[in-house]
Structure formats: C-alpha cells, structure tokens
C-alpha cells in the first residue's frame, strides 16, 4: 500500500472551532474529540512530543496554601480525569486509624467518638511523613489478640492522646449562662489532642514539625461537670482510595473553559437583559461607536450612543444556558465549552499545599505509567 500523502492544512480558525463543545438549550453537541488518526482525510493527526510540547500550557490563577486554581490547556480529558482521582485518592495523609479508650463518660458513644477522631486531619514535618515515616501494616483481624498490634514501630506509627475532664468554674458570675464560661473544657477541640513522640521521632517531628491538627478548632465533643474523655490513638500512613479520611483534598474538581460568542449585535434594553443572565462581570455595556454606527450592514448603523452587550469574561461563567431561553437572544448567542482547556480547583485539608499536591499527582502518574510500560515490554518478550 502507498503510504499516505497528507496534504490538507486546515486553518488556525477551523482548529479552533474543532475544540468547542456546544452547549444548547437542550442538548449537547460535539462532544467526541475528533484529533486522532484517519477522522479527518488528508491530514496528520498522530500524536507528537514536539507538537504536545508547543500546545501544552499550565496557567495559575491563584495559589495559596489551602486553596488554588489553575488551567492545564492542550491535554486529554482522560489526563487531566487521571490527575483528578490521583489527587482525591492516592496522596498519602497521616490519619487515626485505632482508637483505645481507657474511659469516656461523655454522651458520645465510643464507636462514634472514634469515627469523629478518625476524620481530624493531622500535619507534621514533610521530611518526617514522606521519608522516615513508612507504611503500616495492618494486622489480621482474625489473628491473635495480643499479637495485633506488636509490630508498630516509631517508624509506622504515630501515638496521640486525649485526657480531658470537664470541670466548673468557680470564678463565674452568678447567672451565666455560657457553658465556656461556665465550666472548663465544655468543648473539645481537636487542639486538646497531645502527641507523644517515642523512639527517634522526636528527631523529625518537634517544634513546629511536631504532629498537630491542620484546623485546631476542630469540635469532638462537648461535655459537662463530672465528664471525661480518655483515649489514646495510634494514626498511620494511608491513602483516600483506602478511606476518605486520609483524601488530602476538601474537593479537587476541573472544568471546561466556557466559551460565549455574540454572532448579532444585542442592543438598548435587550442588552441589559443578556447582561443579568450570566453571573457578574462576564457580560458589560459598552456605547456603540460613531464609527460602527456607519458600518452598513454590521447591525449597529443608526444605533450610535446606544448600549451594546460584549463578552468582558468568559472564565467565570457558569454556563446556565439562561439566556438561550429568552426568544429575544435566539440566533444572536453561541455558548461552548473548551474540550481541551482543563480549569482546576484544588482545596487542601492542610496536609499538603495545594500546588505540592498536584506535582505529586504528576509524580504518581509517572510511577504508574513506568509500571505499565515495563509490563508491556515483558508481553512482548513473550510474544
């Protein structure tokens, strides 16, 4: 067979336009990417590094250390989905994971006191939790009782504790009605948890690489005079595919790129209108100039001095579809979407800063495709 001659150069116009999911009032259309090879004759669609590497891009829009947004334009949804479920499910976190309770007279049960402690995030010395602290291996359940627990280490396992007692305060005014001030330790808070280092721990963990809370304002429980909560914890490494109080993230979601193009001109009132139907700031008023109101044909001649609806920014759209229900907008308006523009938002439960967790999402990601492109080496060694 001949080989094939690739001859057609579409242009930038048309590349674009490819990229565009439609949003209509009911329906939604080219959703499938069309960019691989044969679906588009004459033209070259295979996968390149070079042409990847040009048409990559990574925008930030804000970065804090709990939160951060940011654009990942030019991959596949199926990347930028891989990225999405590395970052809420295999992130390492530091987590409770056993709970002993030496005495709990307060009116939470035990079981749900433990569930409540489980879901406290915890943070420490980044060195200490990613090279000396390791994984942990969890006993049979089925195994001896006194044997479950013999193999924690000061290298797997980290102890914490919990001794409070609600007591009242004698030096409260008469007639408050204020629990705080009524008693000690009504609240517990999740800064009432003490660590415990042992063994070489205290060389990775202290002063302010000391295991702690992210949030020390945490509510456990609350109590009363004559209540105690005493209990000591053991928290390891884990991942969120495990359980998801150890997801590093509050959320890690992306979206598309919203897309709005005004295809006739929206005037006067109608024009204040298509401005309310989308959230503030993407759409703004703007007078129609002496110079387009004598472009016959353009749709603003005769219309000088009036207002005019234009596109001020897309990004923060929501893509409510609200003013493709208005008779008035029909015909003058195409919404879309960018199906290679990835908007991402990360929120970090204090573990990791957000933009840490995304490189080592990236991280992951690499291991796993080692892992896979090893193994297709040893199926065709096989073969």
């Not at 409770?96 to 420490?124: C, M």
Request: glycine fraction near 6%.
């Amino acid at each position: 067979m001949a080989p094939t001659e690739f001859k057609n150069f579409p242009s930038q116009e048309e590349l674009d336009r490819r990229k565009i999911v439609g949003i209509n009032l009911e329906t939604v259309t080219d959703v499938a990417s069309t960019d691989f090879p044969g679906h588009w004759p004459g033209e070259d669609m295979s996968w390149s590094k070079k042409n990847f590497q040009k048409s990559f891009n990574v925008q930030f829009h804000h970065n804090t250390s709990y939160d951060s947004s940011f654009s990942l334009i030019g991959i596949d949804a199926a990347v930028a989905n891989a990225f999405r479920r590395i970052l809420i499910a295999e992130i390492p976190t530091l987590a409770i994971e056993y709970v002993f309770v030496n005495n709990n007279t307060s009116i939470i049960q035990d079981e749900v006191l433990a569930a409540r402690l489980g879901l406290v995030p915890f943070k420490g010395g980044k060195a200490g939790l990613l090279k000396y602290l390791k994984w942990f291996k969890k006993p049979q359940e089925d195994g001896p009782e006194d044997e479950k627990f013999d193999h924690c280490y000061d290298y797997n396992t980290i102890v914490l504790h919990l001794n409070i007692e609600c007591t009242r305060n004698e030096d409260a005014e008469r007639g408050e009605k204020d629990p705080l001030k009524l008693y000690h330790n009504a609240h517990v808070y999740a800064k009432d948890i003490v660590f415990k280092p042992f063994g070489t721990q205290e060389k990775w963990f202290s002063g302010e690489d000391a295991i702690m809370p992210t949030n020390p304002d945490i509510l456990i429980a609350k109590l009363r005079p004559g209540q105690c909560i005493d209990v000591e914890m053991h928290a390891i490494k884990g991942v969120g595919s495990d359980h998801a109080k150890y997801s590093p993230v509050a959320t890690a979601s992306y979206r598309l790129l919203p897309t709005i193009t005004i295809t006739k001109p929206i005037l006067g009132k109608d024009a204040e209108k298509f401005k309310n139907c989308f959230p503030r700031g993407v759409i703004e008023l703007e007078k129609v100039t002496k110079k387009e109101s004598k472009m016959v044909g353009s749709g603003y001649d005769g219309h000088e001095g009036e207002n005019k609806a234009v596109v001020k920014d897309a990004f923060n759209d929501t893509v409510s579809r609200e003013c493709l229900r208005h008779a008035e907008f029909e015909g003058k308006v195409k919404l879309g979407r960018v199906r290679d523009h990835f908007i991402f938002s990360v929120e970090s439960l204090g573990q990791w800063d957000s933009d840490e967790m995304f490189l080592e999402a990236v991280k992951t990601l690499k291991v796993k495709c080692a892992g896979l492109k090893k193994s297709l080496a040893g199926v065709q060694e096989l073969a």
